[in-house]
């Protein structure tokens, strides 16, 4: 089995920073991609960012220039630095992995419970 567990959210006010992290454990024989998703109340779960296990990163249009991801391989560990938040950041932050465990043959997703990021003044 795999687990995803985060850490770091919380209330914040507009123009503060957070820093997300989530620590993957278990079986895992290998990890292809983590990275971050978020869903708001009312609205459909939207990817916010990714890192390969080579460092290719991808972000969400609307979190450019303001979040940052990156990892720690040999610790399973993705962190989201998130600055300059806005209220339109609010939402559950959940922690994504695409890998191996072992004893299977594919690759799969697997997912965090999610952390509450709420940005209000």
């Known amino acids: 089995q795999v687990q995803l567990v985060e850490s770091g959210g919380g209330l914040v006010q507009p123009g503060g920073s957070l820093r997300l992290s989530c620590v993957a454990s278990?079986?895992?024989?290998?990890?292809?991609?983590m990275g971050w998703y978020r869903q708001a109340p009312g609205k459909q779960r939207e990817l916010v960012a990714d890192i390969t296990s080579r460092g290719r990163t991808n972000y969400a249009d609307s979190v450019k220039g303001r979040f940052t991801i990156f990892s720690d391989n040999a610790k399973h560990t993705v962190y989201l630095q998130m600055n300059s938040l806005k209220p339109d950041d609010t939402a559950v932050y959940y922690c994504?992995?695409?890998?191996?465990?072992?004893?299977?043959?594919?690759?799969?997703?697997?997912w965090g419970q999610g952390t509450q990021v709420t940005v209000s003044s």
């Open positions: 278990g079986s895992i024989f290998s990890i292809n991609l």
């Open positions: 994504n992995m695409n890998g191996r465990a072992w004893g299977t043959a594919s690759e799969l997703p697997y």
